[in-house]
């Protein structure tokens, strides 16, 4: 209980001073560059479809509340629409 006290707590990690910047100079670099960028957006826009595709899906399978009310019976045409 009193051990992390008498060794002086938690250690913590040096702060981070600067940070190179990384600027392709050479055209190899730079073409790596683009191609990485090129990578980057393709996976995001993959996931974007796969997104809408699945929810599409599940529009598909939710019924509507419609589904689940029996219009040919007279009591849905007495107290239809709601609130009148």
């Known amino acids: 209980m009193v051990g992390w006290f008498i060794r ?3 250690k ?3 702060t981070i001073k600067s940070v190179k910047p990384n600027i392709p100079t ?3 670099e730079k073409a790596k560059s683009k191609l990485n960028i090129a990578r980057q957006k393709t996976k995001a826009s ?4 796969e997104q809408t595709i699945f ?3 599940q529009k598909k399978k939710k019924k509507s509340w419609k ?3 029996d219009t040919s ?3 849905y045409k007495k107290n239809w629409p709601p609130g009148e």
């Open 8 to 10: 002086g707590g938690k």
């Open 12 to 14: 913590v990690a040096e």
């Open 26 to 28: 050479t055209k190899l």
């Open 46 to 49: 993959k996931a974007k479809l």
């Open 55 to 57: 929810d599409i899906q």
């Open 67 to 69: 589904d689940h009310v």
């Open 73 to 75: 019976h007279p009591s």
